[in-house]
T-cell receptor
Framework: GQNIDQPTEMTATEGAIVQINCTYQTSGFNGLFWYQQHAGEAPTFLSYNVLDGLEEKGRFSSFLSRSKGYSYLLLKELQMKDSASYLCAVRDQSQKVTFGTGTKLQVIP | DSGVTQTPKHLITATGQRVTLRCSPRSGDLSVYWYQQSLDQGLQFLIQYYNGEERAKGNILERFSAQQFPDLHSELNLSSLELGDSALYFC???????????FGPGTRLTVL
C-alpha cells in the first residue's frame, strides 16, 4: 500500500516563498505528482518527478528524494490566486495513483 | 479547459437508485482514471482503464463498476446508492507517456 503525509494547512504572505512538504511510503515507486486544486474545482497538474532532483517551472519548483521518500513543492513570489489546496500524489508500479489529503494554502496580504 | 469532458455536471438522486457518469478523455489519451472526492476528504482512486482494459483498481466498492468503450470514452456506474456516496466524481485521462493526468470538471452527485 501507499501512505502519504503532507501538512493540513499553511499560511504565507503575498510575495513570499513557501515550501510544502510531502513524505510517502510506497511499494514500488513510479513517480510523484503535484496538483493544485481550488475549492469545488478539478485538480490541475503542476509538476511530475520520477528522478531525484529539482524540476523548475516558472514560479513553481518540485524536488524529489526517492531514498528519503520525500518531496517538496516550492512556490515563489506568492500571489493571492495561489490560495488553494496542493495535492501530492504517488504512483506505484501497478500504475495506481494515491493522493495525499492535500495542504490548504492561504496567502495573506 | 483540460480537454476532458464529464457529464452530467450535477446529479441528484435518491438512495437505492442507480446512476451512470460519463467521461470523454482528451484526444489521443488512452488511459482513463476515476476518482471520488468526498467533503473534506482527499481524492480516492477508484479505477483505471487503458485502451479498453482495466489497468489498476483502487478502493472501488462492489456496488460500483466501470468500463471503457472502443471509442475510449468511459462510464462509471454506481448502484444501490447510499447517502455516503454523495461526492464529486472526477475523471482524468493521461497520454501514452503518463507523466501527467488531465482532470475533467467533475460530476457532483447528491444522494438524498
Amino acid at each position: 500500500g501507499q501512505n502519504i503525509d503532507q501538512p493540513t494547512e499553511m499560511t504565507a504572505t503575498e510575495g513570499a516563498i513557501v515550501q510544502i512538504n510531502c513524505t510517502y511510503q510506497t511499494s514500488g515507486f513510479n513517480g510523484l505528482f503535484w496538483y493544485q486544486q481550488h475549492a469545488g474545482e478539478a485538480p490541475t497538474f503542476l509538476s511530475y518527478n520520477v528522478l531525484d532532483g529539482l524540476e523548475e517551472k516558472g514560479r513553481f519548483s518540485s524536488f524529489l528524494s526517492r531514498s528519503k521518500g520525500y518531496s517538496y513543492l516550492l512556490l515563489k513570489e506568492l500571489q493571492m490566486k495561489d490560495s488553494a489546496s496542493y495535492l501530492c500524489a504517488v504512483r506505484d508500479q501497478s500504475q495506481k495513483v494515491t493522493f495525499g489529503t492535500g495542504t490548504k494554502l492561504q496567502v495573506i496580504p | 479547459d483540460s480537454g476532458v469532458t464529464q457529464t452530467p455536471k450535477h446529479l441528484i438522486t435518491a438512495t437505492g437508485q442507480r446512476v451512470t457518469l460519463r467521461c470523454s478523455p482528451r484526444s489521443g489519451d488512452l488511459s482513463v482514471y476515476w476518482y471520488q472526492q468526498s467533503l473534506d476528504q482527499g481524492l480516492q482512486f477508484l479505477i483505471q482503464y487503458y485502451n479498453g482494459e482495466e489497468r489498476a483498481k483502487g478502493n472501488i466498492l462492489e456496488r460500483f463498476s466501470a468500463q471503457q468503450f472502443p471509442d475510449l470514452h468511459s462510464e462509471l456506474n454506481l448502484s444501490s446508492l447510499e447517502l455516503g456516496d454523495s461526492a464529486l466524481y472526477f475523471c482524468a485521462s493521461s497520454p501514452p507517456r503518463p507523466d501527467t493526468q488531465y482532470f475533467g470538471p467533475g460530476t457532483r452527485l447528491t444522494v438524498l
